[in-house]
């Protein structure tokens, strides 16, 4: 079967390099938030073009902790999208805040901005907006909304690392941004692992504290944290995959490009806005023929994946929001619809010419 990703072409490619990592971190018995995760932190912040990088956990507790740190909690509403991986709206509850969901635009899947306004209450306090599959979402009117209303942004960049707008990276838009380094991801670890990215330095304290138990230093908490650290083989990993992002999330473009030319009127291709820099996490499809599609590429030894099948205002455990079908209809017919395909820097041109050929012929 052809996986949706090579981890391990690319672990080939690195394999000295990672090695000779691993024994100087191993060495050096220093392995949580140590030297390589303050390179890593310090590459990060330059590279985003912010003043503070924060290593966590994972990009779940990136989320989280932004909204802790803002003071976002009990009683307060966080608007953001109910086409994303569950987590997004997760983070929101962590912290005793009700998600609030707004409908997404067809073309790019992430939140409409356009529909975000009736929306707001005296409750709401900020908004998260996705850069699903990579796309980042439309910015400029999210900030517009946000300086008008008084709210906080809140990135979540899990799936868009080295994505721009008119050449600003996500991630220093708002507040904070969020990634995660889950393998998977442009930038992915071998193991889980965040960063927030910060523009407010005295926001990019409270969180250094939260993600060390609320500690200032030696066995001094003035607050309640958490335990969501970084550690040094993730750091030491990720710095050596951070110098090829770019021409990774290059590789994706053009991968990206050639389904869109193979691709006929079978289904319909992502699309990039004028202007944004979508580094394709994903390469998403539509069709109304999707699940006719998927079984037809699953018969002929290709991998395809839906996300997401079940909108978050539809999941169980979120009942207690009140949603119904219906509420949100472009997110739910881009769940019936949506399909993504094999997308990764070491995918071969014969197997998209494959891949495509098999939707062309659906
Ligand atoms: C959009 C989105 N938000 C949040 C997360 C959570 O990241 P993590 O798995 O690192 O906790 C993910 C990825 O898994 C994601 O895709």
Redesign the pocket.
């Known amino acids: 079967m052809v996986p949706m990703l090579d981890l391990k072409k690319e672990f080939g490619e690195i394999k000295t390099e990672l090695l000779d990592m691993l024994t100087e971190i191993l060495g050096s018995s220093h392995y949580i938030l140590g030297p390589k995760v303050a390179e890593l932190e310090k590459k990060i912040a330059e590279y985003i073009g912010v003043p503070s990088a924060i290593g966590v956990a994972?990009?779940?507790d990136a989320?989280h902790l932004s909204i802790d740190a803002l003071d976002i909690g009990e009683g307060d509403e966080v608007i953001t999208t109910p086409f994303?991986?569950f987590?997004?709206a997760e983070a929101v509850i962590y912290t005793g805040a009700t998600p609030v969901f707004v409908d997404i635009e067809p073309d790019t899947f992430n939140i409409d901005p356009t529909r975000i306004e009736e929306k707001i209450t005296p409750k709401t306090k900020a908004i998260i907006p996705?850069h699903l599959f990579g796309h980042p979402a439309d910015m400029k009117e999210i900030q517009r909304i946000a300086k008008k209303y008084n709210l906080r942004i809140i990135e979540?960049c899990?799936?868009a690392f080295g994505a721009a707008v008119h050449g600003k990276k996500t991630g220093s838009f708002g507040d904070a941004g969020c990634y995660?380094?889950?393998p998977s991801k442009n930038l992915g670890a071998y193991g889980?692992g965040?960063m927030i990215t910060i523009n407010d330095i005295n926001v990019a304290e409270i969180i250094k504290k939260l993600r060390n138990h609320g500690s200032g230093g030696a066995y001094r908490h003035e607050t309640i944290g958490f335990n969501s650290r970084l550690d040094e083989i993730q750091a030491g990993i990720l710095l050596i995959k951070f110098k090829r992002i770019d021409e990774s999330n290059s590789k994706r473009r053009q991968k990206a490009a050639l389904y869109t030319k193979l691709l006929s009127g079978k289904a319909k291709c992502p699309s990039e806005k004028d202007g944004f820099y979508h580094v394709y996490h994903q390469y998403t499809i539509t069709s109304p023929e999707r699940n006719a599609i998927q079984s037809r590429l699953k018969d002929k030894g290709f991998s395809s994946v839906v996300y997401y099948p079940i909108p978050l205002h539809l999941q169980d455990a979120l009942s207690y929001l009140g949603y119904k079908e219906g509420d949100f209809p472009v997110a739910e017919r881009a769940a019936k619809e949506v399909l993504s395909l094999p997308i990764h820097p070491y995918l071969e041109e014969k197997t998209i010419e494959e891949i495509a050929r098999v939707i062309n012929g659906c």
């Open positions: 994972s990009g779940t989320l994303t991986f987590a997004t996705v979540d899990a799936q995660s380094f889950y889980d965040g």
